[in-house]
């Protein structure tokens, strides 16, 4: 089955410590994109990616870092910058160029400080 | 500024009785909206979209959305809620002066009681 596989599911931090949440797709999508979800909130977009190679900040990039040196690949780093970082990491894909295509989701890395 | 209101944070409906969960948006020019729902832990599932055309849409799992432009609103319905239905529902938006990202509402918790 095609979809979005996001790991670990669960991820301790501790001060000082840069983490990397990963994010494998096998749905041939360009586009990807890494959301933070906090209780009560909806999705806030931190980085997307359209094509290979090439990343774009969201909202509330402070903090964190992404490559895409793959197309089924979309690495987050978490960094050590980032203060507040405990809460829920999604990670999607669409079509890119279509906007009249939903996106994907994975099932998301819950984050938290130890 | 393109977003999106969802003015209750949680709707409480009996089971088999009908529900709706509400939407508001404001865009500039033709709206893509869309409809996820969110079970605990894990990612959201794409439930319905409105592109163009008919102002009903049917989506997945029986739910269904009606888009009226002139209210700009695009609320999620079900003729007859399930336990199961119990989840967190997110209306987004096509935001066309952001990269066409989607913006997302802050979410509604549906509580189906038996």
């Known amino acids: 089955d095609g979809g979005i596989t996001q790991s670990p599911k669960y991820l301790f931090r501790k001060e000082g410590q840069n983490v990397t949440l990963s994010c494998e797709q096998n749905l041939n999508h360009d586009a990807m994109y890494w959301y933070r979800q906090d209780p009560g909130q909806g999705l806030r977009l931190i980085y997307y990616?359209?094509?290979?190679?090439?990343?774009q900040k969201g909202d509330i990039a402070e903090g964190y870092s992404v490559s895409r040196e793959k197309k089924e690949s979309f690495p987050l780093t978490v960094t050590s910058a980032q203060k507040n970082p405990t809460a829920f990491y999604l990670c999607a894909s669409k079509v890119a160029g279509r906007d009249n295509q939903p996106q994907h989701f994975g099932d998301g890395t819950r984050l938290s400080i130890l | 500024a393109q977003s999106v209101a969802q003015p209750e944070d949680q709707v409480n409906v009996a089971e088999g009785n009908p529900l709706t969960v509400k939407c508001t948006y404001s865009?500039?020019?033709?709206?893509?909206l869309f409809w996820y729902v969110q079970y605990p832990n894990r990612g959201l599932q794409f439930l319905l979209k409105?592109?163009?055309?008919?102002?009903l849409v049917k989506g997945s799992y029986g739910f269904e959305a009606e888009f009226n432009k002139s209210q700009t609103s695009f609320h999620l319905k079900k003729p007859s809620a399930l336990v199961s239905d119990s989840a967190l529902y997110f209306c987004?938006?096509?935001?066309?002066?952001?990269?066409?990202?989607?913006?997302f509402g802050g979410g509604t918790r549906l509580m189906v009681k038996p």
């Open positions: 409105y592109i163009t055309g008919d102002n």
């Open positions: 987004a938006v096509r935001d066309n002066n952001a990269g066409n990202m989607l913006t």
């Open positions: 865009v500039s020019g033709n709206p893509y």
């Open positions: 990616s359209q094509i290979v190679n090439d990343f």
